[in-house]
């Protein structure tokens, strides 16, 4: 079947790609790539991906586009299934003989529920979709196609279960559909260079966070990876099909936790290439070293909190003195650290919020983002906070006007409450002069970096404004 993969338009600025962790408006203009729906794209020689949001394309063009495809696979997510359900009645009111398919960690988790969202979904995929929907694609009755849920003469069905992908060599490389179907150019992210590109070098995190989506719904605690030399032939072609991008990604859950780590940085300092990754603290100084001296620029760690209670309650399995030792030796290194932290979780109080924004100060990263902790249904959180009575509203009320809403309320401390916090810890944070400086460092070494800083800053403040002006009603 000819085969339209669609990341579906949504909120105006709404990252709601395959790739984005929390489905939201970022503070500013952000987009991830839709690493996930490339990768059964790349397996189908007459498919398209298009990602409506980041492209900018309305519903009325991907309407007209469909028109074109006898298949149409939607990423969709818990905030935004009732607007991806609407996006699917309207391509089966203009053409009824469209096969529509959802697939993402909200139908893997509640696959009957999604196909009850609306009657224009003829089948949603659970786990790992990506052979699931080519064997679709492919012509193969539903009934016999594992790891799907589908309608049948009125009812819903499911077929046994689909393992998960152990040789991820096998895969297509997703850079190839990128360059095929996407810009980078309408990829941005405020802590990577422009233009960037994101991709994968394994699936699945041993990490066990209780509130961590992607390793409880889709990709599992099992950490699966591609070998050093496939990873290699990609990131070769991603060169010469993107002469202009400044940085590459590594979206892996852990990276640093690849067994193959100390090899693919080489692999990747031979080929000279800018990259960045995520990170856990327990990397060591003489690892970080390496990395660094094979074209290791930033490493995005989530801290999470400042409290050690909290980073026990959420089984995160790190100490706050290693935090610090991991900041100081990448700072010593010339390695820049984004922190990423979350508001609300188990445990917290109006003393533990000032504590984490105390700890964000200390170890000073050279950026930051705060979000509010999102019991996203399939995870750990999400069912203590339902069996705790902690959970205050859900679904798609997880966003507000494109914007991450908290949903969680304590006994000691609301929801209204924790909502505010973002925007004074983020104020505490970077109207510091040290910040300040930094940025206005970078900003005279590079005009082109000066022009999208002004912007990032307006976007910014724009953000916050809208936050505050939330509050109010």
Not at 407 to 432: H, I, K, P, Q, T
Not at 439 to 462: N, Y
Request: charged content about 25%; overall charge neutral.
């Amino acid at each position: 079947m000819r085969t339209l993969f669609l990341n579906p338009p949504s909120f105006d600025g709404f990252d709601g790609s395959a790739g984005a962790r929390y489905q939201a408006r970022r503070e500013i203009r952000s987009f991830w790539y839709p690493t996930w729906l490339a990768y059964p794209a790349g397996m189908l020689a007459h498919s398209r991906l298009l990602d409506a949001s980041a492209r900018g394309v309305d519903l009325d063009e991907v309407v007209r586009l469909a028109g074109n495809y006898d298949l149409v696979i939607l990423h969709t997510s818990t905030p935004t299934l009732a607007n991806d359900a609407k996006v699917a009645e309207s391509l089966k009111d203009h053409f009824p003989q469209l096969l529509v398919g959802f697939v993402g960690s909200h139908p893997t988790v509640l696959p009957e529920e999604t196909l009850q969202q609306s009657r224009a979904v003829d089948f949603v995929a659970i786990g790992e979709f990506d052979y699931t929907v080519a064997e679709i694609a492919h012509g193969i009755p539903l009934e016999r196609v594992d790891g799907i849920a589908y309608r049948s003469n009125g009812s819903i069905l499911r077929t046994p279960p689909r393992p998960f992908i152990e040789n991820l060599d096998a895969l297509p490389f997703v850079t190839e559909i990128y360059a095929r179907d996407l810009r980078p150019e309408d990829y941005f992210i405020g802590y990577l260079q422009h233009p960037y590109v994101s991709l994968y070098a394994g699936r699945g995190c041993r990490s066990r966070c209780t509130f961590c989506l992607w390793p409880q719904t889709i990709s599992g605690h099992v950490y699966r990876v591609r070998t050093p030399q496939n990873l290699y032939e990609e990131m070769q072609g991603a060169k010469r099909m993107f002469p202009h991008v400044k940085e590459y990604f590594f979206d892996d859950d852990t990276f640093t936790d690849n067994p193959h780590i100390l090899e693919i940085a080489r692999l990747m300092g031979r080929l000279g290439i800018v990259w960045s990754c995520n990170a856990r603290v327990s990397v060591s100084k003489e690892t970080l070293k390496v990395l660094k001296e094979n074209g290791l620029r930033l490493l995005v760690v989530g801290f999470e909190s400042g409290n050690q209670k909290i980073l026990n309650n959420i089984r995160k399995g790190v100490h706050l003195d290693q935090a610090r030792a991991f900041v100081k030796a990448a700072k010593e290194l010339g390695i820049l650290v984004h922190g990423t932290f979350v508001l609300g979780l188990p445990g917290e109080s109006a003393e533990t919020i000032e504590e984490t924004i105390r700890f964000a100060r200390e170890i000073d990263p050279y950026s930051m983002q705060v979000s509010l902790a999102a019991p996203y249904p399939g995870t750990e959180l999400y069912e203590q906070a339902k069996r705790e009575g902690w959970l205050v509203k859900e679904g798609d009320r997880l966003v507000r006007e494109g914007i991450q809403d908290s949903v969680l309320s304590y006994g000691n401390l609301s929801s209204e409450e924790m909502f505010c916090a973002v925007d004074r810890f983020y104020r505490a944070f970077y109207l510091r002069t040290r910040p300040v400086l930094r940025i206005l460092g970078d900003m005279l070494r590079d005009r082109e970096l000066f022009r999208r800083r002004v912007r990032e800053g307006k976007e910014f403040f724009s953000f916050l404004a809208k936050r505050k002006e939330m509050t109010t009603r």
